[in-house]
């Protein structure tokens, strides 16, 4: 898995799909400033990373979940890796929106969910882990059971990873935090003393402020 990490990080940083900036941070949608940006739908662009990624997916599905039924993503980021994986796996796709439709049937889940089914949940990105477990919530309601979930990057925050726990969701992720800070000192992305501000960001990324 160590190996895997890290190949992982090395394409995410390869294509900018992960950005480091200590010196002048990224501000999120909650609000937050943050020394790192994650758009992992920037893999797509790439094929060959796209491909990794989606046979990383599928292996580690595989692996764990050999009894799967259906594959679901997070709306909207996860969307294509996971038609992309159900595709390769030869099944059933589902997404999950953030909310209900506002207009026709008013759907949270897209596809043709069966009561009962085993799901796998894919996500892009794993951060406070709010909007993840909120997919996962939908489907334990609609009635099946979701044996897990599987990430293409992780922040590793404490609060993710006690929600997780919380709600007995096995999370899996590709890559994480960590492995990135380190493949990105080993490039000379960043230096020492922005490893220590980026891991310092992580501790509290709510209150951080740039000095």
């Not at 993840?132 to 925050?157: H, N, P, Q």
Request: proline share 4%; with cysteine; hydrophobic share 40%.
């Amino acid at each position: 898995m160590k190996a895997l990490e890290k190949t992982v990080a090395e394409r995410l940083l390869s294509i900018k799909a992960i950005k480091l900036q200590p010196n002048n941070p990224f501000t999120w949608a909650s609000g937050w400033k943050s020394p790192i940006y994650c758009d992992n739908r920037k893999t797509l662009s790439y094929p060959s990373i796209r491909t990794y990624i989606k046979n990383a997916l599928v292996k580690t599905i595989m692996e764990q979940y050999p009894d799967v039924e259906v594959i679901a993503g997070v709306a909207t980021g996860a969307i294509a890796q996971g038609a992309l994986v159900a595709d390769e796996l030869g099944l059933p796709f589902i997404y999950v929106r953030s909310s209900p439709k506002g207009h026709g049937l008013e759907n949270l889940i897209e596809g043709d969910l069966k009561p009962k089914q085993k799901v796998v949940v894919i996500e892009d990105l794993i951060s406070t882990g709010g909007s993840s477990l909120k997919a996962v919530e939908a489907i334990r309601k609609d009635g099946s059971e979701v044996l897990g979930m599987v990430a293409i990057f992780t922040y590793g925050f404490l609060e993710a990873e006690a929600k997780f726990k919380a709600a007995k969701v096995k999370l899996t992720t590709l890559s994480n935090y960590e492995t990135v800070l380190t493949e990105a000192l080993a490039t000379n992305y960043i230096s020492d003393k922005d490893v220590d501000t980026l891991r310092e960001w992580r501790q509290n990324p709510g209150e951080w402020k740039k000095d």
